[in-house]
């Protein structure tokens, strides 16, 4: 089909947004496993997890029989604000790589949180206001989460307790403003505010935090303050399936159009955009219905899928939450200092650990230079200034549609790009000024954080 | 009509986008003054223009008489990867307002640059190319026209200089950063490259520049390196003629919908934005075959509508350029420092002076802090972090819209929402810890300023 057949830019319309989000659990042969309480190393019941996330989201954590979830009318609503997000054609990128590849990708990133994690944010805070609490608390690292759930919370008139990671509340206040302009508090991690936290600062001084220190502080306030709940941006089986909306707008856009992908590619931290895009897509694959390439992208220093073990592990560095089997590099594993390209999670969601272990998609690990310099290779001829993050997606993207300029394959690239780069510039910054390096953890130093699983099973 | 019948966002077709620009000027009863030359005081003629626009451009600058020039292919093209632009109905908050108005945001923040300014800048790069140009020069405050220019110059492979008021470049790197990562250059200003930056350097060491000290520089490096020319972003009957698109997509969307505004508001800076919003719409009521209001929101410490002489001035501090016959404070007049609120131009578009002039125009000055009130009051139930700007035009809006709660008239209000917030982060900060005060010049400092107009009858 030609440019005049098929637009730059595929928006569907409003009717045509999906009215329940996918379950892609419920066609999976083999299902993830499940979350497991740490000290009974039995699964979670609804009882036990209750008290930490809210009753609607832990009955989605807990499905894995029904295949379509309905999207509640007011969480409709508001998707309308900033969906449906376009399908864009990179007709220019084509060009400039003078590939006979087909390349789409689906952008997340024009909403203010800057990424797709509003997704799962609105609904996070829908089913809240409903169970009639009072606020929700969270951590955030580099800061998308927490902008997309105080978005949320704002529209629902919540309270939003966030704990950022100290590093990042330093140095990117700007993250912290946009928080404060949708009305969360910000609170530094490790605080003073919590046992956790002061236990943490005793044992390390001047510490600047963790994601996983984040985590536990913020459990602990929910679990501790009547009305509040804790929510979390990625890895759970609730947040891949609010996520699933990514993957089903995408779908229905190429089929609108007859298009069918030869391979489908997004970024892997903790799993909640890679999960939401290839989930129809991963249904169809499961029931035989199609064969499409699907691969996760992940960054060299934080490898958990390429190089990590599959096994039980924490989630949370005070190992207050339940044990989640997934793809792990240890819960005490933080990439190098030099790493400036987001995906710093240690694990992976257990759907996508258990897809990946039934070798029903790829992975691959790529370095943040080569990520910075397909970023900007993008950048300047697709005009948006991509996040870290998403990046990596695009850097295989590229690969692939440069192997087609060979072959002379005329393949159909279909990547996610979930979010933009406006308050990642020191990192862009480094890449320009030459001062980024690439760091690979060696064998030994993985070993020494394989050792700190738990022993289960 | 319902939610079910007008859509959360208005997006046109490919097909529905405008194939043509729309010239106001030819509309036109009385013409906005001719550029003169700061010597002679005569209207500049093409030859004139040429060394310092590019030839295509000072056509269109000088063309008072056609209705609508095309939109060259090349442009038409890159337009789609960002373009339409969505109108935005307002339904969350009319809704949190309570107010019977109808309330429509044209959004132009959807593309990297962040803004509408990259309307023209594509247009401007084209035409540098299409002459064989190796590249161009500009200046940027804020540095969403920088941006924006660099984006369209790399598109075209062309070179690309910026010359960035100095306290931007400083306090500002990440907006340098992406305009390096589009492979433009980024000069602080005054620099010693060029004779007026150097004179300007020794007659005030340790300057943190201005805008109209950036421009005379850009020129000069424009009119002394063979194969390079100056562009501007704003001001200038070209600029308004490119971002006509703004106005052409609005009344487009909304006639597909029978939508007839009462009112059209935009923020006023230069003109840019506005020029471009209202064009199709001022056509029409000076044809006599509508009558809509249309209001200019421009900040108190800044007030050239409102409190400015219609007079001929220098567009730049080094008066090097052509004078315009435009409402001014004087071309040495910077607004406060603790004015944090963009829109720091001292003169004004000549188009949109001599309608002012006219009386086919309102304009209102508002002060800072309540413009950041609106634009947090806008931001928590829209999703979208608005630019300093666009706010000015959001605090009118919103006070038209609770007006009508009082009145229960179901007015339909259309305003400009030009940009982005995400490189304002400061300001808001300000706004948030309570440390921003709002500042109107007095009229004896005003008299100051006007004192330094240029003698021209």
Known sequence: MTKEQIPYKIYLEEDEMPKAWYNL??????????????????????????????????KQELNNTDPFIEIPQEIRDFY????????????????????PAKIYYKFEGNNTSGSHKLNSAIAQAYYAKKQGLKGVT????????????SMACSYFDLDCK?????????????RREVMRTYGASVTPSPSETTQIGKKILEAH?????????????????????????????????????????????????????GIKPDMIIGCAGGGSNLGGLIAPFMGEKIKGNADYR???????????????KY???????????????????????????NHAGGLRYHGMSPVLSQLYDDGLMEAIAVPQTEVFAAAEEFARVEGILPAPESSHAIKVALDEAKKCVETGEEKTIVFGLTGTGYFDMVAYEKYHNGVMDDYIPTDEELEKYFATLPPVE
Chains 1, 2 share one sequence.
Not at 80 to 97: G, T
Not at 205 to 229: D, Q
Not at 296 to 307: K, L, M, N
């Open 80 to 99: 309308k604000m900033y969906r449906p997000s376009p399908l864009i054609r990179a007709y220019c990128l084509e060009e400039k790589l003078g590939t």
């Open 205 to 257: 001084p001047g510490t600047t935090g963790s994601l996983g220190c984040a985590i536990s502080e913020a459990v602990e306030v929910a679990t501790s303050t009547p009305g509040y709940r804790y929510v979390l941006g990625s890895v759970l089986n609730q947040v891949l399936l609010h996520q699933s909306i990514i993957g089903l707008e995408t779908k229905a856009a190429l089929d609108k159009y």
């Open 25 to 58: 659990r419920a066609d999976m042969i083999n299902k993830p496993a499940p979350l497991i309480h740490p000290g009974t190393h039995q699964p979670m019941t609804l009882e036990e997890l209750s008290p930490v996330f809210c009753e609607e989201l832990c």
């Open 294 to 308: 699907i691969i996760a992208v992940e960054p060299q220093s934080c490898p958990s899928f390429t190089r990590g």
């Open 311 to 337: 096994a039980y592990d924490f989630a949370d560095t005070g190992m207050v939450c339940p044990l989640a089997k997934m793809y792990t590099l240890g819960s005490n594993f933080i990439p190098a200092p």
């Open 138 to 149: 969270t951590e955030t690292g580099a800061g998308q989460w927490g902008t997309a759930l």
């Open 162 to 174: 966030v704990f950022m990671v100290k590093v990042s509340y330093e140095q990117k206040p700007f």
